[in-house]
């Protein structure tokens, strides 16, 4: 949900295309090392550690997107940006491992294109929800209210991001509650 946010969010504080376009694309770059140093923890401390680790740094990103406005200069929104690809990289590193630690490699295979295809679809629908419930109906109530477009799409994206918290705190709860399977 995120990534999908980056290019309209910068837009909205004022950031050109030309430095949006290239911090997406750092972005990317910080996607790979984000893969790398996810399989250096994951086999230093765990998968568990690992993924609460980089649920937790998404977390609070999020939080800092959501409540202060350090994203609203280039200087502030690159390393956030920079943050969020390496978190999301780590997830391409972490949920194969984890699979096969969790149902063995099997049937490895079948089950984790199970698992793709539910990240595929929420990577999906929740970017078209966000956009359908909050960045479309929060400025339109506000500018109903007098409330500056730009101000009013601000909020929304804070709102946005109030949203990632809970999903990335959820996460978190997850991965903690989440025991390793015995071996046989």
């Known amino acids: 949900m995120v990534i999908s ?45 690992a993924m609460l680790a980089f649920f937790s740094v998404t977390a609070l990103m999020c939080t800092i997107m959501a409540f202060t406005n350090i994203a609203g200069t280039t200087v502030g929104y690159a390393p956030a940006l920079m943050t969020f690809g390496a978190s999301y990289g780590s997830n391409f590193a972490l949920f194969p491992a984890a699979t096969a630690d969790y149902f063995g490699t099997k049937n490895l ?39 500056p477009k730009e101000e009013a799409n601000l909020v929304a994206y804070k709102t946005a991001f109030k949203v990632a918290i809970g999903l990335g705190l959820l996460a978190v709860v997850i991965a903690f509650l989440t025991r390793a399977p015995k071996e046989d």
Do not use: C, H
């Not at 694309?25 to 401390?45: C, P």
């Not at 294109?113 to 929420?122: E, Q």
């Open 109 to 147: 295979g079948d089950i984790y294109a199970g698992v793709f295809t539910a990240w595929g679809l929420a990577g999906f629908v929740g970017p078209r929800f966000i956009k359908a419930r909050l960045l479309k109906s929060i400025p339109k109530e506000l500018m109903a209210q007098g409330t």
């Open 5 to 49: 946010l980056i290019a309209p969010l910068a837009k909205t504080l004022g950031i050109s295309q030309e430095t949006a376009a290239f911090l997406i694309g750092f972005l990317s770059i910080l996607n790979g090392f984000g893969r790398i140093l996810a399989g250096w923890l994951s086999d230093a401390s765990g998968r568990r550690v």
